[in-house]
């Protein structure tokens, strides 16, 4: 599948679009059905775009259009959909067949040394085991008849997150290869890596997920960070020589027309920053009803594409949803993120471009190393000159005046600059750019503990209770990770302790929130120690490929000494 029309969105924002397969399209329609029959209560979208047809869609649809219908709306009784969805499809699970992984051993060679106490030891021996449980490939079924599945094919197999995220997905992906790196599970590791590879040859991008309706956008790109860190463990050059092609079409994707923003600062200097822009302009399919119902509330069709494309967009981010897209933070109607240049997107390229430096000089190509080199310079210069808030101490996401805005550039202003607090404000630590300069640590760090974010049980998204699950009192692993890890790379004594502060308190909260539950949790609570996070527009899932794979890398990091507690 290729992008439908050239990647330069026209001053309306309604081109560029992904077309989507006729497969969606029928099973949104049996999605809206359902919802009419069967109701509000436990009702989640996302399994009726994951059925696979057990005949083709032609007989399918027929069928589906001669049930009985009756009232206004042709509502169908609960008899006659639970009979039609048990005769014409197979289980959303059944797309991806559990997978043995060939590198998996109950207690691996060297797992985690410095984790001294036994009771410590033994839950992270059962963390381990999970990746065993999440672990799938893509059944023979979606090889030979791909036009039945939204599943996509993939040559290797994966490792999802858990409960409902029954596909693999982007950059969840990079916490669960740090976590399986720590289990000394590289095969695994490289799989993963193979088959994001094969989305870039296949569709230009890594998509948000494995599914048909993820193909009009992306996620955080950390493909290259993916690759870094099993060369660190592995000298696989093999992995990089096939990993480098497909960097660069990324890094050409994520600095195509439709997300490349060009900001004038007070000197006149033109920077190139990117932003999220999904290529999208209708209702997810995965969500269809709620968008809609949001969407309501514009008149103008354009309006609506627009909403559409910024919801998407928001989903591209990987923070879904959260305050940090909104113009008004108690209106969702008012998400605007294609207007909105973010810190940590920025980061992730940043650290792609300094990513494919280092490959470039594995592989000897020095021309293309001084040219990211260049590029990564550039970016960190942008970087500080957009988002840079020196009276705060913290990097603070831009939000553009022209809103779309289509070629022209645009002047900097300071009272763009979005001075709520948000964790990504202190993403650009994770970068050496930033983290390798003590001065600028020490003022980032004390802004950072005065910033109201640091919790008994972790990092909080934001200051902003709105319900939304990216936002307060929620704590997402792979924030936690980056800070932690940015405060300890800077090699300064008093960040390492701040960091290790709070790995410990995350990994207790995990603990016991495993401990009561029996499951690792996508989010947690960052006032209650042991309890998982809430709010959002599903129920809180369990699994969980980054929870397990940040608590393996922080214990392998820090340890566990043997006299310790470990209860909140």
């Known amino acids: 599948m290729s992008l439908a ?30 919802l009419r029959t069967f109701g509000e209560e436990d009702f989640d979208p996302k399994l009726y775009v994951d059925l696979s047809l057990k005949f083709n869609l032609s007989k399918t649809q027929k069928a589906f259009d001669e049930l009985p219908r009756s009232g206004e709306n042709g509502t169908v009784s609960a008899e006659d959909l639970k009979v039609f969805i048990a005769t014409y499809f197979d289980d959303a699970e059944d797309d991806l067949v559990y997978y043995d992984p060939v590198d998996f ?125 099993i060369y660190n463990r592995t000298c696989d050059v093999e992995l990089v020589r096939k990993a480098l092609p497909a960097l660069l079409k990324e890094h050409a994707f994520w600095n195509s027309e439709i997300h490349k923003v060009t900001i004038q600062d007070a000197q006149g200097c033109n920077h190139n920053l990117s932003r999220y822009y999904a290529m999208w302009n209708k209702p997810r399919p995965e969500s269809s009803r709620r968008d809609k119902e949001f969407a309501s509330k514009f008149l103008g069709n354009s309006e609506k594409q627009q909403f559409y494309r910024d919801v998407a967009s928001a989903a591209e981010s990987g923070w879904d949803f959260s305050t940090r897209w909104m113009r008004n933070t108690s209106e969702f109607s008012t998400t605007s993120t294609t207007s909105i240049l973010p810190v940590d997107l920025n980061v992730y390229i940043l650290k792609m471009e300094l990513d494919i430096a280092f490959f470039a000089n594995v592989l000897g190509n020095k021309s293309t190393m001084e040219s990211f080199l260049e590029a990564a310079e550039a970016r960190k210069n ?64 004390r802004s950072f503990q005065g910033s109201g974010l640091v919790h008994a049980a972790g990092i909080a998204t934001s200051l902003i209770n709105s319900g939304h699950q990216w936002d307060f009192p929620n704590g997402w692993p792979p924030i936690q990770h980056m800070i932690v890890e940015g405060l300890l790379r800077s090699g300064l004594k008093e960040a390492r302790s701040l960091a290790e502060d709070i790995a410990v308190r995350w990994i207790k909260t995990n603990y016991v929130g495993y401990k009561k539950t029996g499951a690792m949790h996508e989010k947690y609570n960052v006032q209650k120690c042991g309890e998982f996070g809430g709010g959002g527009f599903y129920k809180p899932q369990t699994g969980f490929g980054w929870s397990n794979g940040v608590v393996l890398t922080f214990l392998e990091e820090f340890g566990w000494p043997e006299d310790l507690g470990i209860g909140c």
């Open 105 to 229: 051993v109950p207690e691996p060679e060297g797992f985690l040394p410095k984790v001294k106490n036994p009771e410590v030891r033994s839950w992270a021996l059962e963390v381990h085991a999970l990746w065993k449980k999440l672990s799938r490939k893509v059944s023979d079924g979606v090889l030979e008849h791909p036009e039945l599945h939204t599943l996509l094919p993939l040559p290797e197999p994966v490792v999802v997150p858990g409960s409902r995220f029954r596909e693999v997905y982007y950059w969840d992906s990079y916490w669960v290869i740090r976590g399986l790196l720590a289990s000394k599970m590289y095969e695994t590791a490289k799989a993963i890596v193979t088959n994001l590879i094969f989305h870039v040859d296949t569709y230009g991008y890594v998509l948000n997920g494995g599914r048909a309706y993820y193909t009009n956008r992306s996620q955080p790109p950390l493909l290259s960070a993916m690759v870094y860190e």
């Open 382 to 445: 942008a970087i500080n000159s957009v988002f840079w808030n020196e009276e705060m101490g913290q990097w603070l996401d831009y939000r553009l005046t022209n809103g779309t805005i289509c070629t022209e550039s645009e002047t900097w202003q300071a009272c763009n600059q979005n001075q709520n607090a948000y964790a990504s404000n202190f993403i650009p630590l994770w970068i050496d750019l930033f983290h390798s300069d003590a001065a600028l640590v020490e003022n980032v760090m």
């Open 5 to 34: 029309t050239s990647l330069s969105p026209n001053c309306s924002g309604t081109d560029t679009v992904v077309a989507t397969t006729p497969l969606v399209t029928f099973l949104v329609r049996v999605q809206e059905t359902a």
